[in-house]
Structures are given as C-alpha cells and as structure tokens.
C-alpha cells in the first residue's frame, strides 16, 4: 500500500500563489507517476497535472502557464506550485500515485490522498 498525504491549501486570492505538498510512505519502491487532480462543486475528478520518476510531465490545458509540477524522489515527495491563481481554479485538490508512467495522460491512479482545499476568492 502507498499512504499519500497532501498539505499547503488554503484560501488565496486571485492572483495569488500557493503551493501544494504530497509526501509518499509505504510501498513507494515501485511507484512511478506523481500528480495532482481536482474536483470542484458539482464537476467530475479532472487531471491538474503528473510527472513520471524519470521527469515527464503532462499539465491540463487550463493550467498551462500558470502551474508547475516537480518532484523530489529522495524525498517521495510531489509539488505544485499554482500561481495566478483563479476563482475557476477552486477545487479539492487530490495527490495521485501509480505504477506505470503512462498513467501521467489522465484517466485516474491507483493511489489517492484525502485532498486538500483550494479556495481562490477575493
């Protein structure tokens, strides 16, 4: 099992910056793709942004721009960095994990943290 835990949410306002956490425990030796998904009101899950160990990204077209993913293997650990924030871009924000780097193309992972909330509002 891989345990995933999220922090650094919170409310910003527009314009504003935050920066996402996910540190990895567990059986992390096989884990190869990182991300983040959201899901706001109403919205079904939709991917934000992943990465493979080896450093491949993939980024929603909404984010590009705007939002930059990296990772620290030493430390099992994802970041996202948002900045220019929107209201549009308020959600809970969840760390994603799995084996195989073709799952950084969207479509889910195999392991979930709790989510943490992101609310941009002025």
């Known amino acids: 099992q891989v345990q995933l835990v999220e922090s650094g949410g919170g409310l910003v306002q527009p314009g504003g910056s935050l920066r996402l956490s996910c540190a990895a425990s567990g059986s992390i030796f096989s884990i190869n793709a990182m991300g983040w998904y959201r899901q706001a009101p109403g919205e079904q899950r939709e991917l934000v942004a992943a990465?493979?160990?080896?450093?491949?990204?993939n980024y929603a077209d909404s984010v590009k721009g705007r939002f930059t993913i990296s990772r620290d293997n030493a430390k099992n650990t994802v970041y996202l960095q948002m900045n220019s924030l929107k209201p549009k871009d308020t959600a809970v924000y969840y760390c994603?994990?799995?084996?195989?780097?073709?799952?950084?193309?969207?479509?889910?992972?195999?392991?979930w943290g709790k989510g943490t909330l992101v609310t941009v509002s002025s």
């Open positions: 994603a994990a799995d084996f195989t780097a073709s799952s950084i193309a969207g479509g889910g992972m195999n392991y």
């Open positions: 990465i493979t160990s080896g450093g491949s990204t």
